[in-house]
Each structure stands twice: as C-alpha cells, then as structure tokens.
C-alpha cells in the first residue's frame, strides 16, 4: 500500500519495462485528459518545457507510450529559493482500446500540450456462427 | 482444503480482496494528482540583483497571460479554456485543471517595473526581474 501511494507524487521511477533508464533526471507524469467523441478519442497531454521535436510517442500492439524529453533550465548562476515543480522527462503509458484506427492517429504539440487524435473504427459487425449438425 | 473448495465455487476472496485495493489505489493516485497544487506552479531563483520567476502554464496562449508587477510582488493572471471542438463527448480521464487563475508571489526585494523580461515557449513562462540600481546594498570601505 506504502509503495503504490508513492507514485502520487507525480514523480515515479521508469518502470516501462522494468528496467532503470541511463539519464538520472527524475521522471514525471504528465497529466492528461481523455474524452471520446463520435469519430475519435482525444489524448491531451500537458508538458511544458518539451518543444514539439522533444515528443516521442510509440504504439506497439496496444500500449501508447508517450514520452516528453525538458530542455534544462538556464538557471545555473542563480540560486533556486523556491519550488514547486521539478523538471524532469515526461512519461506516461496508455492501453487502448482494440477499436483504434492505429494508422490514423494523429498528433500535435501546442503551447506544451501534446494533442492525439485516435479514429476509431468502424464497430466490428456482429457475426452469428451457425452450428452445424452432424 | 478450503482454498481448492473455494476455487470449485468460483469465487477467491484473496483475488477480490487485491483486485479491491489495486482500484483504491488507482482512485486515491487520481484524487491527489488533480488537487494538490495551486495553477500554476512556480519556480523561484535568486541571482545578484535579480530574480528569475518561472511558471508551468502548458495549453495557454502568450496572449492569454497578463502579468503585473507591483513594488516587490509580481501577479500572474489568465484564463485557462477548454478547447473542444466536438459539442458531444464523455470523458475518460480528467485531470486537467481549466478555469481562471490568478496568483500574486512577494519577491525577496522591490523590482524596476521598466526592467522586465518576459519569455513564453511550450507552455513555460520565465520572468526575469531586477532590481533598481537605487536599491542595490552598496559595500563600504572600512578604514583601518
């Protein structure tokens, strides 16, 4: 229990896949809103700090990995006396749904906010199995 | 015995009790992430005779940001608007704050109010501000 409440802190060890990551920056998670509309379902992921060459997003099988890489903030010369944010790199992991038009998607960085747009498909049509008598 | 018995009847109550906290747990990650700060969060640094204000402000337009300096307390001012572009939706997840901010923060000295650089990219506002040359401690020379 100890341990689970620990990743409310916004800042959670990569645990991807189970491994540790080279660069020791701390890693956050972004907040993000979800709403499905008729055609999509809309992913909005809030990093600020991350230009839109600092994005990477990765879809295998079904697992949405999106990742935000923060340029360092030049501040060297001066001495923090307050914080209330910590930068680090963003990342975060979706598992979506099967009915997503995974060559459709689309995405866009805007004012530190990553947008994705996931088509769904068309619903997969009910199919009645007949039995066969032997 | 009574485990075997319990797995003929279909129903574990160690598999619920785990599947019951994992939710909790999800639900209490969702409640802290969403309240917890004040918008936007602020970082503060200190140099010689001036001060660095940085602010998370992701999803808000340069334009949308007023900001005011006053003898020694610099405001941030805004309107955070949701932009849907479809009238119907549901939500999914909803962690993202939106709605109107404001928050005055007191600097360790009073600051030029001409002398004020502001910079706005990828949702990062950084103010740097200084402090009038009438104001700076000046050094004095002790005779010996």
Redesign the interface.
């Known amino acids: 229990m100890a341990q689970e409440l620990k990743t409310t802190e916004r800042q959670v060890p990569s645990k991807l896949d189970g491994s540790e990551r080279t660069r020791s920056r701390p890693v956050i998670v972004p907040r993000a809103d979800i709403y499905e509309t008729q055609d999509n379902v809309v992913l909005l992921v809030d990093m600020p700090g991350v230009a839109s060459d600092g994005v990477d997003i990765t879809l295998e099988k079904r697992t949405l990995a999106i990742r935000g890489y923060a340029a360092d903030q030049p501040h060297q010369t001066y001495r923090q006396v307050y914080a209330e944010y910590g930068v680090g790199d963003y990342e975060r992991v979706f598992t979506l749904s099967e009915d997503i038009d995974r060559d459709g998607i689309e995405a866009s960085q805007k004012n530190g906010v990553l947008r994705l747009v996931l088509p769904k498909t068309a619903p997969a049509k009910a199919r009645k199995i007949q039995l066969k008598t032997a | 015995m009574l485990l075997s018995d319990f797995g003929r009847i279909g129903f574990d109550p160690f598999l619920e009790m785990r599947r019951m906290?994992q939710e909790m747990?999800q639900r209490?990650?969702g409640l802290?992430?969403?309240t917890a700060?004040?918008f936007p969060?602020?970082?503060?640094?200190?140099?010689e005779d001036?001060v660095?204000v940085?602010a998370?402000?992701?999803?808000?337009?340069p334009d949308e940001v007023d900001l005011t300096v006053r003898e020694n307390t610099l405001t941030l001012k805004g309107e955070r608007t949701p932009r849907?572009?479809?009238e119907?939706?549901?939500?999914?997840?909803?962690?993202?704050v939106y709605g109107s901010f404001s928050r005055t923060m007191q600097l360790?000295f009073r600051v030029d109010p001409e002398k004020v650089e502001a910079r706005f990219?990828?949702?990062?506002l950084e103010v740097e501000l200084h402090r009038p040359v009438a104001d700076r401690p000046k050094k004095i020379q002790i005779k010996g």
């Open positions: 906290q747990n209490l990650a802290t992430a969403g700060q004040e969060p602020i970082n503060l640094w200190v140099g001036r660095a940085s998370e402000l992701p999803g808000i337009a849907m572009e479809d119907k939706f549901v939500w999914h997840r909803r962690e993202r360790p990219a990828n949702g990062l």
